[in-house]
């Protein structure tokens, strides 16, 4: 059985830093992509960041302030996010394209708060 495990959330004042993590174990083969998505109250999920090999891509919301970067050793992804604003506030997510026997499946975490506030 295959989860996502996050950690790293939590309450921290503007301008602030905070690491998200996201651990995948279980039976897969590999990862072809991963990524953190947020919800915040009320608003629909969005995408954050994403990662497939070296390339990452970034909303534009957080571009400069926030870098995703991988673990492969690990099956980990992390989010380092600097310079928060109150506006980050939201569960964040995380997301992975796994390889299986012969297909390939998108799996998430359970989400983890970040609260940005003074």
């Known amino acids: 059985q295959v989860q996502l495990v996050e950690s790293g959330g939590g309450l921290v004042q503007p301008g602030g830093s905070l690491t998200l993590s996201c651990a995948a174990s279980?039976?897969?083969?590999?990862?072809?992509?991963m990524g953190w998505y947020r919800q915040a109250p009320g608003k629909q999920r969005e995408l954050v960041a994403t990662?497939?090999?070296?390339?990452?891509n970034y909303a534009d919301s957080v571009k400069g302030r926030f870098t995703i970067s991988r673990d492969n050793a690990k099956n980990t992804v992390y989010l380092q996010m600097n310079s928060l604003k109150p506006e980050d506030t939201a569960v964040y997510y995380c997301?992975?394209?796994?390889?299986?026997?012969?297909?390939?499946?998108?799996?998430w975490g359970q989400g983890t708060q970040v609260t940005v506030s003074s």
């Open positions: 997301n992975a394209d796994l390889r299986l026997p012969g297909h390939s499946q998108a799996y």
């Open positions: 279980g039976s897969f083969f590999g990862i072809n992509a």
């Open positions: 990662i497939i090999s070296r390339t990452t």
